[in-house]
Structures are given as C-alpha cells and as structure tokens.
C-alpha cells in the first residue's frame, strides 16, 4: 500500500507510527511544530504529510525506513533557501536543529552538522583567523549549498567550494549509515559534491577551512542613472582582472525595508561587488577605475574580517517570496550587455529586484582534487535573476526573467549550475548536469535509493 492509497484516517495513523520510530518532534498537518517546515522562500508550498524535526542521525535514519516502508517519500530542509514545493506524499526530515560546527584549529577543519548555516561556520572559525567558503549569504545552510557545488564571494580565487569537502556522513534511501570521502564509497563522494539530494541526506560534512582572517571587499553602489555606464564599463574591466578579485554587478530595486542602507531603498541602483585577497593595496589598486565611473551612492570596500564576506552581496537576510531564473554566459560581450541593460536597466519597465551577472573562470575553471559531479566549470558569467512573487507584479517577474534568458540565449552555454536553478522542471537535469554526470548520478541513486524514496525536489532519476 501507498501513503495514496490511504485514506484520510489511514494516513494519520500510519503518521503517527512514525512517532514510534524517531525520537525527534513529529508534527503532523495543524500541530504545533509543523510550521518549522515554512520555507525562507516562502513562495514555495511546502505542505508534507508530516514534518520530522531531526536532531540526530538515528533519526534521519529511522525515518527514511520508514517512509521506505510504506510508500512515503523523503525530503530534507534546512533553511529553505532553496526550497521547492512539498506535497502530501513526502515525510519532510527538518535539520534545523542539528547545527553543531567542530573547528580543528591544527588540521584547518570543521565538522559540520546537517543543519548548520554559513553563519555557524563563520562565528566557530573566526577566533581562528580560520575561514569556511561560504556563498553570497551566510544565512544558506552548509550541506544544501555544498551539494549544489557552491560558489561564493572568492570563487575566482579559491575555487568551487565544495572542493574543500573531505568527508560526508549519510543516510542513503535504505537507511544506511555510510561515510562518503576520496577513500571511502568514492563514488558517493563524487555524486553529493553537485548532486543536491539524489544519493542521500547528509547527516553532517567534514570542510577544509583556509587562512583568510581579511579580505578587501564590499560594494560600490551607483545610481540607476548611471547603469550604462557602470555595466558597460565593468563588462569591459572584468576582462583584465586576475584571480586574486571576485566580482559581480547587480541591477537592484530594493524594497524600503528594515536594513536595507537609506541611499539603496525604493530606488533602482546598481552594485559592483568586490571581494579581493592577497595584497590588499593591489585590491585597491585595481577597484579604481570601477570606483571613479561615476559617483557612487554608497561604497562599502573596505578591509574587512572575512565574517563580514556577507556584505559583499548584502542579501536580504528576511524570509521572502522569491522567484528565480537563471543562466550561464560563454561570454559577455558589448552587445550582451546592450539586451541585457534593454531587459533590466532603469528604463526597462523591469519589476525584477535583482538583476546579477558574477563573473565566473579563475580558480573555478579548474577542477579540483577529486573529481565532481558540478558541470560547467568553463562558463565564463553566470546570471541570476530574483524577484518577489507577490501581486501586483508577480506575472510580470515570471514573464520578464524567462524574456531576459531567452534574450541572453545567443551567448548562453544553456547550462545550469545547480544551486541557483531550484526548479521542479523536468528539463532541469538537462541544463544542470552533462550527460555522462546524469547517467551516473541516476545510476547511484537507483543502487543507494531502490525504492525512490527521495524522489523529491532536485534530484536525477532514470526516466522511465
Ligand atoms: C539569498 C540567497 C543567496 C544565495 N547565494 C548563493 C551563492 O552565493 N552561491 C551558491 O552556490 N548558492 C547560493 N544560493 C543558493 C543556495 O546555495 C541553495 O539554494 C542551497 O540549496 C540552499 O541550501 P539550504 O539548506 O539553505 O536550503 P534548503 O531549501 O533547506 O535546502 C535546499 C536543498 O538542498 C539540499 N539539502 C539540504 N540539506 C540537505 C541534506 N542534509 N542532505 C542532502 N541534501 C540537502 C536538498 O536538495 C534541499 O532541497 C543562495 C540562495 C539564496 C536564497
């Protein structure tokens, strides 16, 4: 029998023998708890049979065999940053609770709970100088933004994030235990570095964290008046900088909300992000010519402890209805920056809060030690596009991001990277992954997950 097959009366029973298999809260559709599976993107329905708030391996572990049992899917939330829709057929295992971060200072190690955010990192690594590559926003738990690769502030400098992984823990779609390194089940290391949740839930994951205590870094923000310029001219200075710098633009219209800096809200502006290491006189150096294309409205650059990497993109902290679109450039050229200032400049009519363009290759182009499952090493920029799925404005947000990916497509690679595509469309695994990745990502996850349970959210299955 399946949990559809069941009828109402059925279906909380068979919930509540979950109880009896977890320690952790069990909350079931109207009890109190079952509001901790609310998503940060609260765009997404998150409406599961039943919300298991974890606060151990076991029971991630007891509820997989369970839900393996009686036909129920898996899925796993953190944050809900990158949340998709959950419906009444899955059990939703909840790790916010597990956030416990283990520095060793001598190896230049953490151990990472489940459920940790960025956060958590920075504030365990800091008093050792100590940095974990976090991405734009600490707020994104580790374990969901490691297993779509990741790709943080420094990426040209240091690489793809989840580069630095040496070891997971897991629950496979059995209920096994197994730990995933170069040495040990290779293959499922290979695949939870860029395969989301296909193979499994991560119970906790073991990083290499670097000597960065400062970087320089920041925002230079400029008026919509001047995005012309501003966009043309970094287009073009991009070209010549070296890995040492990380930097994206971003076309914005920030709402007036708490925390968002006075001169940046209710007004369109845009943001040259800047994050630099090494000689911090030569990051100066080389923001320069940035900094004099017009006069800024605020400018944040400066030497900064690397706990403060999040203001390098300044994200919205606040759970919010977002919608995202996404797409990955070969290159950026004069006229891609002309459709790209035409479809979300200041006079576009764009209703979209944040128009991204990060400058990607450097570090990132090359593989790391141990090969992964994230494809599209070699795309030069990658664009993102956000906005707020709230009337009066929600169909323009939808319309507008798929326009400015179709107008961007004569320079697209077509690709996807995973983190920054959460997207129940079946054409995803296509863009996400290239070929051979999706055969051996459906591969493992039809010998560690025979029975599908985690056939939810971003996973790769063989289609049948
Ligand atoms: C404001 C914002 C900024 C972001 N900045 C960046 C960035 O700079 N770089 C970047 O690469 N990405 C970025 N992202 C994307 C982010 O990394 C992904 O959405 C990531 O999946 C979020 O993880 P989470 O645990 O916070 O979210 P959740 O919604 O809780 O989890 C998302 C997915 O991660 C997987 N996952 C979570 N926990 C586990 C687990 N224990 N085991 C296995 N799989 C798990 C699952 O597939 C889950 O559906 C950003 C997203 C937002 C909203």
Known sequence: MTLTDLPHDGLDDALDGLRAHVVAPV?????????????????????????????????????????????????????????????????????????????????????????????HVLDAAAPYGLAGLCGSSPGVGVVGFLTGGGIGPLVRTVGLSADYVRSFELVTGTGEFLRAS??????????????KSTLGIVTSVEIELLQIPEFY????????????????????????????????????????????????????????????????AEG??????????????????AVLPYSEIGAVHADPVDPMPCYEHHTLLRELTADTVEVLLN??????????????????????????????????????????????????TADAVVRQAGALVVALSQWSSGGQIANFAPSEDAG?????YDEETRHWLAALAERHDPAGVFRCGQVVRFVR
């Open 27 to 119: 909350a079931l559709p109207g009890e109190a708890g079952y509001e901790r599976a609310t998503p940060w993107n609260v765009a997404a329905t998150v409406e599961p049979a039943a919300v298991v708030l974890a606060t151990s391996a076991y029971d991630i572990s007891n509820t997989v065999r369970y839900a393996a049992a009686r036909g129920f899917r898996v899925g796993v939330q953190a944050t809900g940053h990158g949340a998709l829709a959950v419906a009444s057929d899955t059990i939703l295992v909840v790790t916010a609770e597990m956030t416990r971060v283990t520095v060793d200072p001598v190896a230049r190690t953490a151990r990472v709970a489940a459920g940790a955010t960025w956060q």
């Open 182 to 195: 170069p040495d040990e089940n290779a293959e499922l290391f290979w695949g939870l570095r860029g395969g």
């Open 343 to 392: 479809a979300a400049g200041p006079d576009s009519g764009s209703v979209q809060t944040i128009v991204e363009i990060r400058m990607l290759g450097g570090a990132l182009a090359r593989e790391g030690r141990h090969r992964s499952a994230f494809c599209h090493r070699d795309a030069a920029f990658a664009v993102a596009v956000i906005g707020v799925l709230a009337p009066p």
């Open 428 to 432: 995803r695994a296509v863009r996400v």
């Open 217 to 280: 870094g920041g925002a230079v923000y400029f008026d919509g008046a001047d995005a012309a310029v501003v966009v043309r001219e970094w287009a073009r200075w991009c070209a010549d900088l070296p890995e040492s710098v990380s930097t994206s633009i971003a076309l914005q219209q920030l709402p007036p909300l708490p925390g968002v800096p006075e001169p940046l809200a209710g007004r369109f502006t845009v943001a040259v992000r800047y994050a630099a290491t090494g000689d911090f």
């Open 284 to 301: 100066e150096r080389l923001l320069a010519p940035m900094r004099a294309v017009a006069t800024p409205v605020l400018d944040t650059v």
